[in-house]
């Protein structure tokens, strides 16, 4: 049974930082791609960063390019998502997801056929 629980979400002021983590069980992480969405009040769903499993190749969403980082820690089944300068338009629910190492997702992009899905952390960034 794959679980994926996001923790690290919050309150804070524009400018300021916070650290998503997403603790991953059944399974081991080393071959998954791991990916963070975020959805905001109104918005369709956003791909926001995904980084793939055996080989760590990184995207971000434009508007978070310079600012946030993925990472992950295969030992700890961990992925993070840190989030620096954030601004207003960040807020949203934010979703740790994943999906099987399948060969038909080797050639497709990162976040894409995604199938297990956390059950999301509140941002919430204030002007």
């Known amino acids: 049974q794959v679980q994926l629980v996001e923790s690290g979400g919050g309150f804070v002021q524009a400018g300021e930082s916070l650290r998503l983590s997403c603790a991953a069980s059944?399974?081991?992480?080393?071959?998954?791609?791991m990916a963070w969405f975020r959805q905001a009040p109104g918005k369709e769903r956003q791909g926001v960063a995904c980084?793939?499993?055996?080989?760590?190749?990184?995207q971000y969403l434009d508007s978070v390019k310079g600012r946030f980082k993925i990472s992950r820690d295969n030992a700890k089944n961990m992925v993070y998502l840190e989030m620096n300068n954030l601004k207003p338009e960040d807020t949203a629910v934010y979703y740790c997801?994943?999906?099987?190492?399948?060969?038909?997702?080797?050639?497709?992009?990162?976040?894409?056929?995604?199938?297990?899905w956390g059950k999301g952390s509140q941002v919430t960034v204030s002007s």
């Open positions: 980084s793939s499993g055996i080989e760590d190749k990184i």
């Open positions: 059944g399974f081991t992480l080393d071959y998954y791609a």
């Open positions: 997801a994943t999906r099987v190492p399948r060969v038909e997702n080797v050639n497709t992009g990162c976040l894409l056929n995604m199938q297990f």
